[in-house]
């Protein structure tokens, strides 16, 4: 099949004036002008004027947790503790006596007054329900009684006030995210990447492993087939690269925890939290398990990675790094583009090391555009000048590090548009990055942080995904507005998987 989209415009280094390209198969055969297109199409699409433009790539996604997120109880607007409850009380009327009661979004730190509602108060509004309510930050959630057993009790990160985290949420979260079936989980899947594709989105990256999310439940994120976005698989285990390579994940990476989050307070900080007694938040894996595991994903084949926030956690995963670099050499440690999820505090030191030993970013723009600046979250949690000096896209981008951006959904919603903006607008003007930066890093960057270098750009030859947006806007004018285009229709190597 040979289809023609003409009268639009077209975002390709090839052809500045660029109006029109054939799709022949699954790859571009030509591009340019309208009057010099090729003859012979099977079919032609008119454009009328719309902008045509690389696919998006989500570079951190869990797909069961958005899906569930879309569907059901989305906390994210809540302002109180009343509203928590109320909301949970509305949607648990809908439910079976037996069901557990599972919401996500909450965030305490834009509340007025951030006191959060206890075990016995989610009891009542579960009527009697187990309830389980993750923080938008996914590493702790409030939870109602019946979930406080003694296995969660006797783990670290137990409060009997029900907001749990570290070890204690981990149990909560298996055992509640256990109440649903196989048959729900494809089809919350099959919702968030049908979302993704609406949102002109070819491809996400899906982030699981122990403590995110099972085994079965990542692998069926992996197998949905044809029309929907294509999903690389990145399995969070320490030392399971051939365990990863057998489930046919992308990598040994993604949530593969060095440490927590700054919501949570479990981020692993150099300095302590301005708000936690001197906390300095927790690290849960050494240098040296670092350096085995990235040695086994270099043995094995496979891209390794961890989640690091916290600037120390991100200094023990680099020492690992460097004990890898001994062991295998830095070209070949290079080669596998391994990747850090979040970076979120690194000075210029860290940074310089990300460069040594070719590391991905997989960054989420959308959390300083949600928590940054000098009143936000992050101010809180570590005052002014910390907060500004988070989250360094523009460092990273200026020193030639790769970037893959991402929403870490549900924790941010798909919103690709959104997160190029937040990367223009970020709050500490130092760190903005332009807006072709900010987008390629949000299309080539996450094709690039697998591995794949031939997509992401629209070239005669290359692969035929892209999306036609709602405006005539060029991509600048798009970015510089408030308004969010479209997608009229997402195409993933010459196949519609979104047509409006």
Request: hydrophobic letters at 40%.
């Amino acid at each position: 099949m040979r289809t023609l989209y003409r009268g639009g415009r077209v975002l390709t280094p090839a052809d500045p004036f660029a109006t029109a390209l054939l799709v022949d198969g699954d790859r571009i055969g030509w591009l340019g002008p309208d009057q010099d297109a090729p003859a012979g199409a099977d079919r032609v699409v008119d454009l009328q004027g719309a902008l045509v433009t690389p696919a998006f790539v989500d570079a951190h996604v869990h797909t069961t947790a958005t899906g569930l997120t879309l569907q059901g109880l989305n906390l994210g607007g809540t302002v109180s503790a009343g509203d928590v409850l109320d909301a949970v009380a509305a949607h648990a009327q809908r439910l079976a006596p037996d069901a557990v009661v599972i919401g996500h979004g909450w965030d305490e730190s834009g509340w007025a007054d951030q006191t959060t509602p206890t075990a016995q108060e989610l009891d009542r509004a579960g009527g009697g329900r187990a309830v389980y309510l993750s923080r938008t930050c996914v590493h702790a959630a409030l939870v109602s009684s019946r979930l406080l057993t003694d296995e969660a009790k006797q783990a670290v990160g137990y409060d009997p006030g029900g907001w749990l985290r570290r070890d204690a949420h981990h149990v909560v979260r298996e055992a509640a995210f256990g109440s649903i079936t196989m048959d729900q989980v494809r089809e919350a899947q099959r919702a968030a990447l049908c979302n993704a594709a609406e949102l002109g989105i070819a491809s996400v990256h899906e982030c699981g492993g122990p403590g995110t999310s099972g085994e079965d439940d990542f692998v069926a994120a992996m197998s949905h087939g044809p029309r929907l976005p294509e999903v690389y698989g990145l399995w969070g285990e320490v030392g399971a690269a051939a365990k990863a390579k057998e489930l046919g994940a992308r990598g040994a990476a993604g949530d593969l925890y060095a440490d927590g989050a700054l919501g949570a307070r479990t981020a692993h900080l150099r300095q302590p939290y301005q708000d936690g007694e001197h906390d300095h938040g927790h690290g849960y894996l050494t240098a040296e398990q670092v350096t085995e595991h990235l040695v086994g994903c270099v043995r094995h084949g496979v891209q390794g990675g961890f989640h690091a926030i916290g600037d120390q956690a991100i200094a023990t995963v680099l020492r690992g790094f460097a004990g890898a670099a001994k062991q295998v050499g830095v070209d070949r440690l290079r080669t596998g583009r391994h990747r850090i999820e979040h970076v979120e505090l690194l000075d210029k030191q860290l940074i310089a090391q990300l460069v040594d030993f070719g590391v991905v970013a997989s960054v989420q723009p959308a959390f300083d555009r949600l928590w940054g600046g000098d009143r936000g979250m992050y101010a809180q949690r570590l005052g002014v000048q910390r907060s500004l000096a988070s989250n360094p896209i523009g460092s990273l981008a200026g020193v030639g590090v790769m970037l893959a951006f991402g929403s870490d959904s549900p924790v941010t919603d798909l919103d690709p548009w959104g997160s190029c903006r937040a990367a223009l607008r970020h709050h500490n003007p130092v760190q903005r990055i332009g807006a072709r930066a900010a987008f390629a890093a949000h299309t080539r960057g996450g094709w690039r942080a697998v591995g794949i270098d031939d997509e992401g750009v629209l070239n005669p030859g290359w692969s035929a995904t892209f999306a036609i947006w709602d405006t005539t806007s060029d991509l600048p004018a798009v970015l510089a507005s408030d308004v969010t285009p479209a997608a009229r229709a997402t195409v993933l190597r010459g196949q519609e998987i979104h047509t409006q």
